[in-house]
């Protein structure tokens, strides 16, 4: 099977795709969504954002939508949102296969 440019996203990468979710945003409310989203768990920085929205852009998962100064918005393409449910899968499969074994505590894992 061929590999997708994009193939396995980084934990930044799946948030921005989550926020693009919601609808259409500019970075600082991607920023602001991450932080909300895992309590500043995630923390992301106008660099990583940035590098991260040129490489959705460049790869259609997302586009632009308005440009307002040096404000722009963007929106999540059919791509994307084929991208983000594939990770979602990914990362469901990989939970199911970390339950079913034992954890190294004894017993059953449970998240």
């Not at 100064?69 to 994307?80: A, H, N």
Request: aromatic share 10%; proline share 4%; net charge negative.
């Amino acid at each position: 099977m061929p590999k997708k440019s994009l193939d396995g996203l980084t934990e930044s990468m799946f948030y921005v795709l989550m926020a693009f979710c919601r609808g259409p945003m500019c970075g600082i409310n991607v920023a602001e969504f991450i932080d909300g989203k895992t309590r500043g768990r995630v923390q992301i920085g106008p660099a990583t954002l940035y590098t991260i929205l040129g490489k959705f852009e460049r790869e259609k998962y997302i586009e632009e939508i308005e440009v307002s100064g040096r404000k722009r918005t963007y929106r999540l393409s059919e791509r994307g949102l084929e991208a983000y449910r594939e990770e979602v899968a990914r990362l469901a499969a990989c939970v199911a296969d970390a339950e079913s074994e034992p954890d190294v505590f004894g017993g059953e894992f449970h998240a």
